[in-house]
């Protein structure tokens, strides 16, 4: 692969056998485990820029840190202070804030936005344009399907109570979000449990069940063919 226009910063770490492409920025600081691919116009290791309304803490960051055998797609962007596991791919145009752990094995989907503070464990797969905000985490083996929107404040930025109580969803091992869910602030969701498509989940879901609807309801068990241990 081509290094043309390569700017890289200082203190960057990039095993010899790193595949990088054209026009890539790699901020100080970056460190590139061995079998690493980045592709054509990737950011890694930015600093954010924060708002002057945000209610992030502006602090220095530790660099970004890529496992060995992570491919960050085509125009992607990854924050400082941030880690991804092995073997991990990061799609075209996703975005990872700072402060974000992605575990073994993932694939973050085209145009995922996974904002800071996030935890993500092994073998989760994010698929394209979901939404994961901050302070949201997801254990492992998590499916989240095409355009999953979480949130984390009830109270959409008004009050000075909302501090206090601002959190993202919980997502228990294996569970599986279908397409186009919402999932208010602060729910948890039980391990194995199957959120259908299109439901707003307004309520804690509990193990092993199937939950439908707007808002979203419990119809029945998940059958135990469907079970991660039953594959």
Known sequence: MSRENLVMGEGV?????????????????????????IQD?????????LAARSTATARAL????????????????????STVGARTVIGDQAFVREEVTIGDACGIGRGV?????VEIGSRCSIQSNSYITQLTVLEDDVFIAPCVTTTNDNFMGRTEARHALKKGATIRRAARIGGGVVILPGIEIGE?????AGALVTKDI?????????PARVWR?????????NQ
């Open 13 to 37: 770490q990039i095993a010899d056998d790193v595949e990088i492409g054209a026009n890539v920025v790699i901020h100080s600081g970056t460190v590139i485990g061995p079998g690493c691919v």
């Open 41 to 49: 116009n990737v950011v890694l290791g930015k600093t954010p820029k």
């Open 62 to 81: 530790p660099g970004l840190v890529l496992a060995e055998n992570v491919t960050v797609c085509s125009g992607a962007v990854v924050f400082a202070g």
């Open 113 to 117: 936005c996974i904002e800071n503070q």
């Open 192 to 196: 194995e449990a199957f959120v259908a």
């Open 206 to 214: 509990p193990a092993g069940k199937l939950v439908a609807g707007l």
């Open 221 to 229: 068990d998940v059958p135990d063919e469907e079970l991660l241990e």
